[in-house]
C-alpha cells in the first residue's frame, strides 16, 4: 500500500517535467513562471516525501504492536489462569532450575484431624506414646486382679497430616527417573517446650519414604516389599486391624520385573531377654533381609504372594528365620470389596503388628531362639453412596512364646474390631467415625481391653 501511494503522488511531479522538456521556446519567456512551477514541484516533492516518512512510521508501528500482543499472548497461555485482583504470582521462575531439563514436578498431601476419646480396663495408655495417637495393640494396658483403668479420657492432634514432593524425568532414549520423599509430623516435640500439650503443641517433621527409582530399580526408604500396601483397609484410625497387618518402612534396594519384585532390605532384629521381658534391639546382623513378592491384578482386584528370610544376630549369637504373607483384595460389584492377609513365620515379630512380639528370644545359655508367630485381617467395605461409604473389620495375631525363657509377662495373642462410616460432603474431605474395640492377652491369661471412638476431619489435595 504505501508503494502505491508513493506512485500515485509522483505522477503530477512527472508531467510537470515533460511539460518543461517539450517547451524550451518558452524558457526564456516565461522565467518567472518556471521559477514558481520549480518552487511548487519542490514543494510536492517534500509533502510527499513527508508522507512516505509518516506512512512507513505508521506500518511500522502497527507492526511492533502486533509482536508485542503475540507474546503477551504466548505468555498467558503458558501461564495459569488470571489471579484474582491483587494477588500476585506464587512462582514466576522454574521451580527446579537445576533439574533435567524436561522434570516434570509435583506435590500433594493431606492435613488429618484426629480426634479420640478411650477407655481401658486395666490403667491408662501412657500419655505422649503413640497408643494415643492410634490403635497400637502393645500399649493395651495389661493388670492384675482389682486393675481398673478409671474414667475415659480425650485425644486431639493434627500429627499424621502429611506432605509429599516428587520429580520425574524421561531421557531421549527413555530410561525413566523418578525421585520422590514424603514427611508427616509424627515425629515428637524438638525440645520439652515445643514438644508437649500445654501451649503449642510443635511437633518435628518425620521422615517416611525417600528414594529414587530408575526405571525397574528403586533405592531408598520406601514400604518393605513384604508389605501389600494395596490391601490395607479404608480406615478413620491411621492403619486400622493392625493387630494382623505386616507394616514396615525402611531403606531397602528392590528390583520389579512384571508382577515379581525382589529387595534386600535393612536388618533388625528385637530380643527379649532370658525371663525378664524386658525387650531390646539389636543392630549385629551382617545380612539384611531378603524378601521376593508376586502379584496378579485385574478388574476382579489383586492377589499376592511374599517371602521373607532374616538373619537374627545378637553378638555372636546369630539364627535365621522366614516368614510368608498372602493377601489380597476381591472386588464384590461396584459398590462392595473384600481385603484380606495371612501372614505366619519363623520371626515374623518386627514386620507384624507395629512388633507386638519379639524376633527371637534368649535362653538360659544366651543363645537366642526365633519366635513363631502368625496374624491376619478381614475387611468388608460398601459404598452406599459417591459420599458415604463403611468398613467392617476383624484382625488377630498370636505368639508361640516359650514361658520357659521368655515368662509370664509377654503378649500371646491380641485382637480387634472395627467398624466406621466415612461421609465426603465434598471431593477429596471425608469426615469419618470409627468404633474400636481391642484386646491383648499375656501368656498367663491376663487380659486388657480398649474401646475407644475414633473420629477424624481429613481433606486430601
Known amino acids: ?59 511500522s508501528q502497527i507492526a511492533t504492536t502486533q509482536q508485542q500482543v503475540t507474546q503477551v499472548q ?40 484426629d480426634a479420640m476419646v478411650t477407655d481401658t480396663s486395666d490403667g491408662r495408655i501412657a500419655d505422649g506414646s503413640s497408643g494415643r495417637l492410634f490403635y497400637v495393640p502393645s500399649t493395651i494396658p495389661v493388670g492384675g486382679a482389682g486393675a481398673d483403668g478409671g474414667d475415659p479420657y480425650a485425644d486431639f492432634h493434627a500429627q499424621f497430616s502429611r506432605f509429599w514432593l516428587s520429580a520425574d524425568h524421561v531421557t531421549e532414549g527413555g530410561d525413566k527417573f523418578k525421585a520422590y520423599i514424603e514427611a508427616d509430623f509424627f515425629g515428637g516435640g524438638n525440645n520439652t517446650l515445643v514438644g508437649n500439650e500445654t501451649s503449642t503443641n510443635t511437633y518435628a517433621v518425620s521422615l517416611r519414604q525417600a528414594y529414587v527409582t530408575w526405571n525397574n530399580w528403586l533405592a531408598g526408604q520406601a514400604w518393605s516389599n513384604f508389605m501389600d500396601v494395596a490391601a490395607l483397609p479404608d480406615a478413620v484410625d491411621f492403619v486400622g486391624p493392625t493387630d494382623g497387618t505386616i507394616f514396615v518402612r525402611q531403606a531397602q534396594v528392590r528390583y520389579t520385573n512384571g508382577p515379581w519384585s525382589f529387595s534386600v532390605e535393612n536388618p533388625q532384629t528385637t530380643v527379649t531377654p532370658y525371663l525378664t521381658g524386658t525387650r531390646f534391639n539389636s543392630g549385629d546382623n551382617v545380612a539384611p533381609d531378603v524378601t521376593a513378592r508376586w502379584q496378579s491384578k485385574g478388574d476382579w482386584g489383586h492377589f499376592s504372594v511374599a517371602g521373607l528370610l532374616r538373619q537374627f544376630k545378637v553378638a555372636d549369637e546369630t539364627d535365621t528365620g522366614a516368614a510368608v504373607s498372602v493377601s489380597g483384595k476381591f472386588n464384590l460389584g461396584k459398590s462392595d470389596d473384600i481385603r484380606y492377609a495371612v501372614n ?101 491369661d491376663r487380659e486388657g481391653d480398649l474401646k475407644r471412638l475414633h473420629t477424624h476431619v481429613k481433606y486430601t489435595f
Request: glycine share 8%.
Open 1 to 59: 500500500m504505501t508503494t502505491r501511494f508513493a506512485s500515485m503522488t509522483r505522477r503530477p511531479l512527472a508531467a510537470a517535467l515533460f511539460v518543461a522538456l517539450i517547451a524550451p521556446g518558452m524558457a526564456f519567456a516565461q522565467t518567472a513562471k518556471e521559477k514558481a512551477l520549480e518552487a511548487r514541484v519542490a514543494e510536492l516533492e517534500r509533502q510527499v516525501q513527508v508522507l512516505v516518512s509518516a506512512q512507513q512510521q505508521q506500518q
Open 74 to 113: 504466548a505468555t498467558q497461555a503458558a501461564q495459569p489462569a488470571a489471579l484474582p485482583a491483587g494477588k500476585q504470582p506464587i512462582q514466576n521462575t522454574t521451580i527446579m532450575a537445576t533439574a533435567n531439563p524436561g522434570t516434570v514436578f509435583s506435590y500433594g498431601g493431606f492435613i488429618k484431624m
Open 344 to 444: 505366619a513365620g519363623q520371626g515374623i515379630g518386627r514386620y507384624l503388628a507395629f512388633g507386638v512380639g519379639s524376633d527371637v528370644v534368649t535362653d538360659a545359655n544366651g543363645d537366642i531362639n526365633a519366635l513363631d508367630g502368625y496374624g491376619g485381617f478381614v475387611a468388608w467395605r460398601h459404598v452406599f453412596s459417591p459420599k458415604v461409604r463403611t468398613n467392617l473389620m476383624y484382625s488377630a495375631s498370636h505368639f508361640d512364646n516359650d514361658a520357659a525363657m521368655t515368662g509370664f509377662g509377654v503378649t500371646e495373642r491380641t485382637q480387634s474390631m472395627h467398624a466406621n462410616v466415612i461421609y465426603s460432603p465434598f471431593p477429596k474431605l471425608d469426615v469419618g467415625a470409627e468404633l474400636i474395640y481391642g484386646q491383648r492377652s499375656l501368656e498367663d
